[in-house]
């Protein structure tokens, strides 16, 4: 099985500041699916941003982006021009490309993200 | 808009009930999964389904079951609840390739 590590288990920023958040993760799969997911205390998880494995170009929304390095393996996520509600739990989550029964998704254990006024 | 639904956000049970925990998307998805979620654990998967009345284990399906009978209605059954299923509990859908849509998950305190 995939593994999917958060070697962060807090992080803090100040208000306005630009944070990183860290993830990486093992396969031997060729073609798969990265994603950011946070999760505020109202416990949603919503979905922050995701990659797929065969664009070289790392994606963006708004403030967010992040930084794939296919061949190390590691899928970090930059907040820019942090607010007060980005503070949340970060996963960082793989999916395999399978279909049926090998269709799943792995988590990262989460980094807790605290923004200072 | 997307939207899956979990039949409790508190569920309080005592020890040996049987628990039923039920979860509902509108969006026509193939794939409906419920995880376990313990501070410092991250997400752990019970069970998922790729199809109607077909069902995968996760990581941790001890003592647990589901059911799967209509494309939108996922459900996890504690067969006898124990002190050590109180978690919060998230059902979550999604498309072939697509991300995961989570509903609001369920908070279980068994006693």
């Known amino acids: 099985a995939q593994t999917v590590t958060q070697s962060q288990p807090e992080m803090s920023v100040q208000e306005a500041e630009t944070v990183t958040l860290s993830c990486t993760y093992d396969t031997s799969e060729s073609d798969y699916y990265l994603f950011w997911y946070k999760q505020p205390p109202s416990r949603q998880m919503i979905l922050v941003i995701r990659q797929e494995a065969y664009k070289q170009q790392n994606a963006t929304e708004n403030r967010f982006s992040v930084n794939f390095q296919k061949a190390a393996k590691s899928f970090s996520l930059k907040i820019s021009d942090s607010q007060l509600g980005d503070a949340a739990m970060y996963f960082c989550a793989y999916r395999s490309p399978l279909s049926g029964t090998g269709n799943q998704f792995y988590f990262g254990t989460g980094t807790s993200l605290t923004v200072i006024p | 808009d997307v939207k899956v639904t979990q039949s409790s956000r508190y569920l309080v049970k005592r020890t040996g009930e049987k628990v039923f925990l039920e979860c509902v998307q509108d969006m026509d998805h193939e794939n409906m999964f419920w995880y376990r979620q313990d501070p410092g654990l991250g997400l752990r998967l019970i069970y998922f389904?790729?199809?109607?009345?077909?069902?995968e284990k996760g990581d941790i399906p001890e003592g647990y079951s589901v059911s799967r009978e209509k494309k939108e209605r996922f459900s996890l059954i504690l067969e006898s609840a124990s002190t050590n299923q109180t978690s919060m509990y998230l059902c979550a859908s999604t498309p072939p390739r697509g991300s995961l849509h989570f509903g609001n998950g369920t908070r279980l305190t068994v006693t």
């Open positions: 389904s790729y199809d109607v009345k077909m069902k």
